[in-house]
């Protein structure tokens, strides 16, 4: 049989620093969650596939991993967590009347066939508010996205801010079927708007339909695109979907962040058909994909049995990693071990201090001495995989501590702090 000596296209082996550093983020952003008041969930890896089918509006279905189990039911790898939590919380909290917060971390899996070289395994972190509809649930996962960027050292991100409720209204008041819905949605997503035009004027849609499909290109910006959004509306939900945006604004200021929004009235919700209101995207340099996903979906839990109004988001952690490594912004992993190596008779002193050690908090790792091998290859060692000294035990008793950052040598007596 042939030796399989790589991953499968689209995933990939993480290890030493790089997996202590995702590590590291993922417990920093984890932190801001907790701060925040959500708790910890943990859902299955894979679902029964009806979990994402079409209607519930996750990713289409060719592009999931499906399975079988021993009865022939069809599962799935989720490609989302978000319908995995509300399945749960529509089945655990079936009878909770009041809010729910919950947190996440775990890997997602799209094959992306279309996509040469684009990660089919993603970790995502994220968070679900269920059982809020107020505004200011809205301003509160917006500021929770802020502050988690910011708590691992990004400082140069902008979250795209729209409402889909907005996009709909239009929808509607052009009246278009599924199918020029699907068309058109597809076209503005790809901000092809002169394809728009045209395909809107071949299937005889009214003028002020298409005009204000026309000037979702231009609303984009600041505040003062929300003034113009309520003239382009061509109902009363689309002005009342704008008026929402403002009032989200407003909250957000007090927590000091809006800084950070952009608004962009031509969010459609992609391929996350789920979304019913507020809609969000976190973009930063370095990468092209959005490095947070999040919106309202207020009526995904009754599709598990319970009517509950919910808003979330995930970041997706391997995007942001990528971001923060071309920005070439600093690390904030810091461990480093401590190597014991000793000689030929010296297993119990080795053994007492690497015990000691560790009781203080240290990590430690525990090598013998090859008699064939010197010191210093053992001192490259440690370097190759970051440990920050070493202590050599030899077979007279003397023991020397190494630092490995500037090849220190100390002889030392007594208690190795």
Sequence with gaps: MKKLLHTPEGVR???????GRKHALQN???KIFHQYGYH????????????FRKEIGTVPSRDLYKLFDKEGNTLALRPDITPSVARAAATLFAD?????RLCYTGNTFINHSSYQGRLREVTQMGVELIGDDAVE???EMLALVIESLLSVGLKEFQLSVGNVDFFLSLIADANLDEDARERVTSLINNRNYFGVEDYLDKIRVKRSSREAFASLNGLVGGLEVLKEAKEVALSSSGVMAVKRLEKIYDV?????MEQYITFDLSMTGGTYGYYTGIIFRGYTFGTGDAIVKGGRYDRLLEKFGKESPSIGFAIVVDELMNAMNRQKLRSFYARKNTMILYEDGKTGEAVSLAKDLRNKGKNVELLKKDKKRILEEYMEYGKRYYAGSLIYIRENGEITMINLVNGEHKIINGEVV
Aim: hydrophobic residues 45%; contains cysteine.
């Design 137 to 139: 649930a809205d301003a």
């Design 252 to 256: 957000l200021k007090l927590y000091g």
């Design 96 to 100: 909770e009347e009041l809010s729910i």
């Design 40 to 51: 910890d969930i943990q859902t299955p890896m894979f679902e029964y596939f009806d979990v």
């Design 13 to 19: 082996d993480i290890i030493n620093v790089q997996c």
């Design 28 to 30: 920093r952003i984890l």
